[in-house]
């Protein structure tokens, strides 16, 4: 059985492939390497450097009998999506359109998508299920939202079966797999990078409605949802089309996120309150009851679990 990765050489897509790759004969990899890096790949990966929705690359891909899209590729920087919503647009909505029509053209009726819980904006109840209202407040979160909603209407129109996955917020590293990116704008690599440059860490914002004033997020090591893709793959042609958040169900303050690394690593602490950014909700914690039910994936990793891979990814490193 062969697929296709879009964003394969990326942070989620890349320990996907490393964990999964045996169960696939090819797995053709689509990624411009806007963000990340063309190496760690095993033998049965075909490297395409491409903009995935490449027509010509695409109808490559798809001449070699491809059974499902795992759709990781995607332009993430939630505050530029705001400043410059164009490119956001071009690559996460109008490129996925062209790679699920030359899908249709060659059968493949099968996908995957990252999607994000950016796509609910700024929650009005914790936890988030399904239900919530979805209201984005970044261009980032309204592509996404497009998204699945193509995606709905690919399924109805075309029979091509998706499943949406809603991530919370991605961490941890899985093996030698971990954030890895040209530019990076997460918390947890940026908190280590501090550490490591003996800089102080800025925290934006100690005035939301939260436990310490800090924003709460909600953390989910990244082998447990590259776990879940592998649960939707095989559970695609039953569900055919849905969308299910992933989360651990809880939630740390950026105050705490900052002690818990210190203590596990025996340094001071080192941070300094900024004023708030713009697109920033208070708090987002996952319910995800339906994920456990409908895909049987349960989240095996905690917050000092996901703490403790990056210590060793970073001291590997
Ligand atoms: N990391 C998170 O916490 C998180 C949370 C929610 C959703 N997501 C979504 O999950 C997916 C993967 O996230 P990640 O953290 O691995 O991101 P990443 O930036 O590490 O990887 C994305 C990859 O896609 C590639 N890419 C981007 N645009 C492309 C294009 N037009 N053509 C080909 N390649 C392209 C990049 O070069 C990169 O290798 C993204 O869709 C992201 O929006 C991530």
Not at 58 to 77: G, P, S, T
Not at 180 to 186: A, F, G, I, M
Not at 236 to 250: H, M, P, Q, T, V
Request: proline fraction near 3%; include cysteine; glycine fraction near 6%.
């Amino acid at each position: 059985m062969n697929i296709l990765v879009t964003g394969g050489a990326g942070y989620i897509g890349k320990a996907f492939i490393n964990k999964y790759f045996e169960n696939f004969d090819k797995i053709f990899v689509i990624d411009n390497l806007y963000d990340s890096f063309n190496k760690d790949f095993p033998e049965n990966v075909i490297f395409f450097e491409s903009n995935f929705g490449n027509k010509s690359v695409l109808e490559k891909v798809f001449n070699n009998n491809i059974d499902c899209v795992f759709h990781f590729a995607a332009y993430a920087r939630i505050g530029e999506s705001n400043s410059n919503p164009s490119p956001f647009f071009d690559n996460n909505v109008k490129q996925m359109i062209m790679l699920l029509d030359v899908m249709n053209d060659y059968n493949c009726k099968k996908i995957i998508f990252s999607s994000s819980a950016s796509v609910f904006g700024n929650p009005t109840t914790i936890p988030v299920d399904e239900n919530h209202p979805k209201l984005p407040i970044s261009s980032y979160g309204e592509t996404k939202l497009m998204g699945e909603k193509i995606l709905e209407w690919y399924h109805k129109a075309y029979k091509i079966n998706s499943i949406s996955l809603r991530y919370f917020n991605a961490a941890g590293a899985f093996g030698d797999f971990g954030e890895q990116r040209k530019h990076e704008t997460h918390i947890l690599p940026l908190i280590f990078k501090s550490i490591r440059e003996k800089k102080v860490f800025n925290i934006f914002g100690n005035d939301y409605k939260t436990k310490d004033g800090t924003c709460v997020r909600d953390y989910i090591h990244v082998e447990d949802l590259v776990d879940a893709h592998m649960l939707a793959f095989s559970n695609l042609d039953k569900i055919k089309f849905d969308a299910f958040n992933l989360g651990s169900e809880y939630g740390v303050s950026n105050l705490e996120l900052i002690k818990l690394i210190s203590d596990l690593l025996n340094v001071e602490p080192n941070y300094e309150f900024q004023s708030r950014r713009y697109g920033d909700p208070d708090e987002l914690i996952a319910s995800s009851v339906r994920a456990k039910k409908y895909l049987n994936w349960n989240h095996k990793h905690s917050i000092t679990d996901i703490v403790q891979s990056l210590i060793k990814y970073y001291n590997a490193k």
